[in-house]
């Protein structure tokens, strides 16, 4: 009884053919079986949720019983100029943070990959994961320490005759700041990924570039990264997945009347709003618009690396 | 791309190239041990105001070495029911990772089978779930309707597979090769057998991530166990450490009429102390996962 | 007949005979027959864990028979969890919510109307009664929520954000203590003189904070405040001509280097660092937060010392800043109205209001944790404070926790004096503590202190078009101040700032005066 060998259904009724179909695939069904459960129960049935972003929530009726509002929400948040500025700004920043905090991992790892030393490749790949686990309270704290008129920074820049920065307060030096900090704080357990990616190219290909005469670089260039392709760009579209989250804690704790016009985000601007902690429909409404702009993005990108590198997330 | 089938360690890097490469390798141990420094110097202030004394640190006299070491603070913290709560966290972080990587094998094994007659549409099912959920409110319906409040499993299902991991387990899948498994089953293997004796060992690098992935976000997280858990002797440890760093804000708003705050002086030696007793069970664990992908890995042991 | 008589007769004697009994051992105190549990939730500190079985909790179960049950999810994530469950429908009994959850939440009919039950609440309502300005606490002129009021007692002391001065460099320069804002410039000016590198005055957690806290004193208010030296009506600050002042002076400081060049990005550590290590000379701040910096300095030198001083006079003559309200006003307990013992719960929370209630909430229980002395003031016994005080940092709370008393547990009418009665015991001997006492007795009653006002509650209507407005116009302020205060903009551009938001602003305080009237019943 097993469903080995290309057997051809010669009576070719689709019912026919289902049924064979899933004979045949019965045992992935069957493997299939508590994931779709699980992804029935606990994403599915919740996302109904969704609708309150339609309704006027009353907690006493539930999401189903509660009146109808239409589209009133998403006309609040469409209608306010403000709500564009901080969503282009939710935008720039991610974009931005995008370029630089996800190529940072890729070259990291293959730095460390090029280390003869194993205690060595090690120990700093050890340390330089540990940042990962601080809060981002003390992880602000730090850059002020740094940063302020009289942090370490500003000494050195004033060492070397330059002119006392206001770092923390200066639109400019924001999206540098935010982006800078969360290479520091992500590299090293970014690059995990991507070493395990490293470990599973074959060597024999490493072998066969040598005996063309490849050197170290043409290696990387030709054997090394096609050879982490696929979970590169896997991802890239699952960070794109992400590009409406912003670190709210972060942004909110960075932000001052100085860098605010930059630094201003989606989820800073609803929670000044001091609506999303009683007013759930707004909120299910602002996530909502996100969600869409997001699947957005991912689909473009999709589509590019389906077409150029032949992986894909479908 | 073909995979060997046979046991391979990486090599020791050989020596080529002239000067160029001399100069490349002497840059590059220097760049990474530049970055090292910049990561370890906080963390080690972090240890050292850990260790020393809340009134020092709050001059900002500790910088370089701990000043009048004490482990109050640390007493402080391991004050209570901690250990209860380390426990707790611990079985809440090993049974939700092993269902965790369980049922994401499970999900992702299927989705990688070109032949698999509803690839699409499973693919499609899991994808949506990237982008919509019904937010904080509906899920603490679902975990209450579906009876779960107050228990582990409140911890654990709902979080059963993270589709992010999944995917990225998925993309490890797909890069074995087809003929591999296509031999399994002229063998007579059904897929659960290839799923668990090929696919999985052959995939050990990814998996010991996604371990290392899972485990630590089960460690850290706090936020179901605050809003499913209300049995104060099943609280899992992050619930009790963030407390502990939210603590000197939440005393002083108590304080309107003027009640004192001792706590005040001990605040940041108690918030470094608490990352470096959150932290350290993962630095613990890392080296063990570490090695899978660091020193080169069994790629399979298959015969063909 | 007769037989029937009889018979009922005897009936009801033996009725009569089988309720005598039971009746006897129901204390009256009971509010139920039953014993009937009551779920709380409150948010919990990480300090002050807790503890299921306290005595408090044992003495209302004896005198009540009621099982309090006590959820208490951590405080660092309260508002979450709280969200959650009354969102979900899924409340307990009783909670502590705070007045924004009450007003969109008590329209929703998520809680029990109090004013409903006025007759039966008639502790809770006397006490509301007597403080007019509580009546900001209704939602459409309805109490849905008691709010955790201060039982006085003889060590209660006030607070607040105040003006924390190093008085040591006072008296080293040979300066009196400040009587204008003038004053305090050119002392600082001294000081800066012979201690160069000192910042002069700092604060904590950005521009905004800190304007809330220096503004008024300097004559106007960041954001809308109620003025009454200016006719007693509610202003937008920045919109105001007085405003230019809080700047301009504020600008002065700066330029001098008398005002802390980190002022708009200091964190809480590097503002405690700045007070502790003795570069500061002073705050606008918690004077009890600043107070605990106090010991760290001395260990520097022992003459050194932080003091609260009275406000200083501003530009306009005015003398006054703001006290911390004597009430947790935005700490407020509601009954759900999908409660099964609504009831049950309106005594219980009067009770909490009675006297006896607070004696038990604060004290927990009469000869056993604490006695009354010959004034009737309830003292803590002796012996407890010595068994709790060894570790002093944390013994206030340690002492609370075991009792469950205090803020701790379920604490509408608080009386603070096992809190106050640990921190005087602390000091040591009688010297000191009366040092201590005399110390913080003064800073309540200081010249030029006020009392808080409350925000008067508005509508659903007025609410969403003062939020849209709020943040229309805070968002082009707060892109401002910091270039006036760092000089970056002359005084004179304010103009341009006050001309564009003034329609707005004035509108806001349109929509504030006519709810506060209309509160007050004018």
Known sequence: MTASGPIRAYKNSLPNRAIKAIRRDRWLFLIMLLPTAYYVLFCYYPMFGILVAFKNFMPKEGIWGSPWYGLR????????????????NTIVLNLANLAVTFPAPIIFA???????????????????????????????????????????????????????????????????LYIGSNVWTNIGWDSIIYLAALSGVDMQLYEAARIDGAGRWKQTLHVTLPGILPTIVIMLILAMGRIMNVSFQKIWLMMNGGNQQVADVISTYVYQRGIVKSDFSYATGVNLFQSLISLFFVIITNTISRRATETSLW | MTVNTHAAKRPAPIREGGVSRSVFVAFNYFLLFLMMLVTLYPLYLTVIVSISNGANVMRGEVGILPVNVTLETYRNIFKGDILLYMRNSVLYTVLGTFVNIVMSCLCAYPLTRKSFCARKFY????????????????????VNTFGLMDSIWALILPGAISTYNMIIIRTAFASLPDSLIES??????????????????????????MVLFYAVSHWNSYFDAMLYIRTKTKYPLQIHLRNLLVAGIASEELQAAGTGQAFAVTERTMRAATIIVSTLPILIVYPFVQRYFVSGVMIGSVKG | MRMTKLLSMLLALVMLLAVLPATAENPSTWLTDELTTITVMRGENALQPLKADTIKLQTIKELLNIELVVEAPPSANYNDTKTARI?????????????????????KGMFVNLSEYRDELPHLFALLDADPSLSM???????????SLQRLNKFVRRSGNLFNFRTDLLAKYDLEAPKTFDDLYDAMLVIKQNEPEMVGLTCRSGTRKFMDRVSYPLGSGSSIYYDADKGGVWLYGPAHEEFKGVLEYLNKLYEADLLDHDYATNTKDQWAQKLSNGTAMGTIDNDGVVRNYVAPLQQIDPSYNIEVLPVPENALGEKRIELASADWTDQQWVIATSSKKIELCLKFLDWCYSEEGAIVNGYGKEGVTFYFDENGDAIVMPELLEEYSANPANAAYDIQIALGVGLNDVSPYVDTGVQMQMEIYLKGDAEAQAAYLDMVSKIGPMEGNREPVLAPPLSEAQTERYTELLLKVENLVWQEVDKYIKGEEPIENWDNVIATIKADAEEMEEIYNEAWNAALGK
């Open chain 3, 137 to 147: 606490l209704t939602v459409d002129g309805d109490f849905y929520s008691a709010p």
């Open chain 3, 87 to 107: 969102n979900s429908n899924d409340m307990p009994d009783i909670m502590l919510v705070s007045t924004s959850d009450v007003r969109s939440f008590a329209r």
């Open chain 2, 123 to 142: 693919t499609a099912m899991v994808t949506v779930t990237l982008f919509f959920s019904g937010g904080m409110v509906p899920m603490y319906l679902a």
């Open chain 2, 184 to 209: 399994a089953q002229l063998d007579g293997a059904n897929d659960l057998t290839i799923l668990f004796r090929i696919v999985i060992p052959l995939s050990k690098a990814t998996l010991s991530t």
């Open chain 1, 73 to 88: 929400y998403m006309r609040m948040i469409f209608a306010d100029s403000y709500f564009w500025h901080v969503f282009i």
């Open chain 1, 110 to 176: 293959l730095l460390l990959n090029e280390v003869g030393s194993l205690a060595y490749k090690k120990t700093v790949q050890t340390i330089t994961y540990l940042p990962h686990f601080l809060s981002v309270v003390v992880i602000v704290g730090m850059i002020n320490d740094m940063f302020n008129s009289t942090g370490i920074v500003n000494t050195i820049v004033k060492s070397l005759g330059g002119e006392q920065q206001s770092f923390l307060t200066s639109a400019g030096w924001f999206r540098p």
